[in-house]
């Protein structure tokens, strides 16, 4: 069984087995959740993330896929990086949105994994609507087998948060 949990805050401060971060395909830094991650967490997650690029993601990670470094000096033991899609009015890329979601608790299940922070990935620089967005990640998590015992996602603002809440139920 795993539990779904809200919080709203700042997922760099939290504590989990690991903490997924809504990073860009290059791997190599960005804004948002990306950019306090690598500033918390310190110079070992991008060093890892370097290591990645010159080896099995040579033409970054692709979209929809995730993939694991140590977490730094974050209250965890990994960062599970993961690359949202761009909102489109003209294509729907939900498949890609839930796809970070199976695959982020995948990347979990083979770490050991038990509990981990989501972000609500592609609702900032890349424009997601946060209704659907909510919607996506909560019933992706729900509708995927895990050993996880607890996903916690971490709202940021009380607008990401009530859209989260109002879908839970
Ligand atoms: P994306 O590029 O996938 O849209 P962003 O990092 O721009 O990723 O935004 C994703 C979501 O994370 C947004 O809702 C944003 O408000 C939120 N966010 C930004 N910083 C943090 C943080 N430190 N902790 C948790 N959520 C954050």
């Not at 310190?42 to 470094?69: D, F, N």
Request: proline share 4%.
């Amino acid at each position: 069984m795993t539990t779904l949990t809200l919080v709203r805050g700042d997922i760099t401060r939290q504590t989990a087995d690991a903490i997924v971060n809504a990073a860009n395909s290059s791997l190599l830094g960005g804004g948002g959740v990306d950019g306090a991650i690598h500033r918390r967490g310190g110079p070992a997650i991008l060093e890892e993330c370097r290591k990645l690029r010159a080896s099995r993601y040579g033409k970054g990670l692709p979209t929809g896929r995730a993939v694991a470094t140590t977490a730094g000096d974050l209250d965890a033991h990994w960062v599970i990086h993961t690359v949202g899609p761009v909102f489109s009015s003209t294509e729907d890329r939900s498949d890609l949105l839930a796809s970070c979601h199976r695959e982020s608790l995948r990347v979990a299940d083979e770490l050991g994994a038990r509990t981990v922070a989501f972000p609500a990935i592609s609702t900032g620089a890349y424009r997601w609507p946060l209704r659907a967005a909510a919607r996506i990640a909560l019933e992706t998590v729900r509708n995927t087998p895990t050993d996880v015992e607890e996903v916690r996602f971490v709202l940021f603002d009380q607008s990401a948060y009530d859209a989260f809440a109002a879908q839970i139920r």
